[in-house]
């Protein structure tokens, strides 16, 4: 039997529904280098995010069943509008999220989900029962604890373990069936040092763009203890569970309460958020990746360098493209920013 593989672009599109239909959820990260695709469809203005995954999808169509985005920005609302037009034979849809976590957040959310589950059973004939869906809550869950598991590892004061393992992690989960996760558990547990005194650093902003510079920051005496990317460990970070209530609602509710992201209308709470854990795992510094032209990150940013500034804490914003390139000029403005704190 084949098995459908779908491209995801954000951490609110719902595994559990994907894995109970028999659908496979890659995100797209990949770096594209052909931009003949893009500047023809796209305003130069778009975030280059947005960009790289036209361009991605369009030389490796014949690798996806379909495209799922959610309402998280414009730029994904306009790729979701041109992805319906050019690729008409794929199943293209988008999922509206609820910015905020009011009461009637949850009711709403569980009638998209409920319709995105009609979509799904309609386009790939296939039937999701109940039991499929608490199977598949229960491994992504099962998923979901051993990546908090291996997060702890990695902020944990008393050790340190090197960059490539945080990136695998970052970048490959995704890729990675249960076994090899746990593999990789198990050898980031083994090759966890003793700690080393090096400056304690949170990546924080939007996606992952710039994730080489854990390798330039390692070498430059620097550790990267936390990663507060939009797509990064946020889209992990619900292991709950309910009993007697149904999947979908549990779905709606946890995905409603995860760690803030870039959807959230309340700003605020999400900067206080990010002080909260630089307080809790002894964060020396951050450095504050924002992609060109992503205005959320951009309003953002300016919020929590003021939190920022109000704690003390040093911070380094790096305005970059969406490229795996750590350039000479930023790594520059790394090592001075590092030298300022040893
Ligand atoms: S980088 Fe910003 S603008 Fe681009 S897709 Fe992500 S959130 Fe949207």
Redesign the pocket.
């Known amino acids: 039997m084949s098995i459908n593989k779908i491209a995801v672009?954000c951490n609110s599109v719902p595994d559990e529904i994907l894995l109970a239909a028999g659908l496979v959820s890659e995100k797209i990260e990949d770096i594209s280098l052909n931009h003949d695709i893009s500047n023809k469809y796209l305003a130069s203005n778009?975030?280059s995010?947005?960009k790289n995954a036209l361009d991605y999808l369009s030389e490796n169509k014949e690798n996806y069943d379909g495209m799922i985005f959610t309402n998280?920005?414009?730029?994904?609302e306009v790729?979701y509008e041109i992805c319906r037009e050019i690729f008409e034979d794929k199943f293209v849809y988008i999922i509206d999220v609820p910015r905020n976590r009011k009461d009637n957040s949850v009711n709403y959310f569980y009638k998209v989900l409920t319709d995105f589950v009609k979509s799904i059973e309609a386009y790939f004939k296939v039937k999701i029962s109940e039991d499929d869906l608490e199977k598949a809550y229960l491994k992504i869950n099962e998923m979901n604890k051993l990546r908090t598991d291996m997060d702890n590892i990695l902020s944990d004061e008393k050790y340190y373990v090197q960059s490539v393992y945080q990136q695998r992690i970052q970048k490959e989960y995704e890729k990675m069936n249960i076994q090899q996760y746990r593999r990789l558990y198990e050898e980031i547990l083994e090759r966890k040092k003793k700690y080393k005194n090096e400056v304690r650093i949170m990546l924080c902003g939007?996606?992952l763009a710039p994730l080489k510079i854990a390798d330039c920051l390692e070498e430059i005496g620097g550790e990267i203890v936390l990663y507060d990317f939009?797509?990064g460990s946020r889209r992990y970070s619900r292991t709950n569970t309910y009993k007697n209530i149904d999947i979908i609602e549990i779905i709606s509710i946890n995905y409603l309460n995860k760690p803030y992201g870039?959807m959230t209308s309340d700003l605020k709470l999400r900067a206080k958020q990010v002080i909260e854990n630089i307080k809790k795992y002894n964060i020396q510094l951050v450095f504050l990746s924002v992609?060109k032209?992503?205005?959320?990150?951009v309003f953002f940013s300016a919020l929590l360098t003021k939190y920022l500034a109000k704690n003390n804490i040093p911070y380094l914003i790096l305005n970059t493209e969406?490229t795996e390139k750590c350039s000479g000029q930023l790594l520059t403005r790394v090592e001075a920013m590092l030298e300022t704190m040893s």
């Open positions: 672009f778009l975030c995010y947005s998280t920005c414009h730029a994904m790729l939007s996606n939009t797509q870039t992609i032209f992503c205005s959320d990150e969406y």
